[in-house]
């Protein structure tokens, strides 16, 4: 575990990584937090051991957005500089090689759904709100939501989404496709720590190239995406994971994966 400061980052033996914000009340994305986010992700990239993140909230708000306090503060050179970081933050976050889960409870707003969006997996409680706000606040998304939100939901309702400013209720967003469960609000830690651990549960080393296929064959022709299929297939081949698990099934038993 790593603290104190505005996140904890804990490490189980089961491979799930809890990230939990804790900038109180609403978790706004100031320079600290950010600073912080993205010092935890860095680490989390390079933790072999991994298997699945969860990244919640110690308090009722998932991320209510930028600090706007403190955004008031900053010169334009400042804003510059800042609003890269934090977009730096959620494509680290995206391009963690293990899967990751957002568990939302309360708002997440602006760089807050930004967040979520780029994590795989996003479980909402069922009196969350999500939504990018920008639009209304005289900017755009920039920390990603304009690229990731399409890719998602698609570009008709991404559109809707960004240009609307609206926040959206969590029955909204599982039917658009932004969430992929909804959850009682007093289930929801234990419900997205259900899944994370349920995924945690299978091969890492599938796990991870999953992913990669799936990210690298997004941008690529399917005759392409084939290919990458294959070639991410084949490393699973001459792994001990993939005999245990027929060992596993042999011997009617859970498999002992080991990353390995």
């Known amino acids: 575990m790593t603290g104190p400061g505005l996140i904890r980052l804990d490490s189980r033996a089961d491979g799930v990584r809890v990230l939990t914000l804790d900038r109180p009340p609403v978790n706004a994305l100031g320079r600290d937090l950010v600073r912080e986010l993205g010092d935890a992700i860095r680490r989390l990239g390079e933790d072999r051991e991994a298997r699945c993140l969860l990244l919640r909230s110690a308090s009722r708000h998932f991320c209510a957005g930028a600090d706007l306090k403190e955004r008031r503060e900053m010169s334009l050179d400042e804003v510059r500089a800042f609003v890269p970081r934090l977009a730096a933050v959620c494509t680290g976050l995206a391009d963690l090689p293990f899967p990751t889960v957002a568990a939302v409870g309360g708002a997440a707003a602006g760089g807050g759904c930004e967040l979520a969006i780029a994590c795989d997996l996003r479980v909402l409680a069922d009196d969350a709100s999500i939504g990018l706000r920008e639009t209304a606040l005289g900017i755009i998304p920039g920390a990603g939501g304009t690229q990731r939100l399409p890719r998602i939901i698609g570009p ?6 960004i240009f609307s400013a609206r926040m959206h209720t969590a029955s909204e967003a599982l039917a658009d496709g932004v969430a992929d469960r909804v959850v009682p609000a007093d289930r929801l830690d234990e419900e997205a720590d259900a899944l994370a651990t349920s995924i945690a549960a299978n091969a890492p080393l599938a796990l991870r190239l999953a992913k ?48 390995r």
């Open 156 to 161: 008709a309702r991404a559109k809707r989404w």
């Open 212 to 259: 990669r296929a799936i990210e690298r064959g997004l941008d690529a022709t399917l005759d392409r995406g084939l290919e990458l299929e294959w070639e991410c297939y084949q490393e699973t081949l001459d792994t001990e994971d993939r005999l245990e698990a027929l060992r596993a099934f042999a011997d009617k038993r859970a498999p002992r994966f080991g990353g």
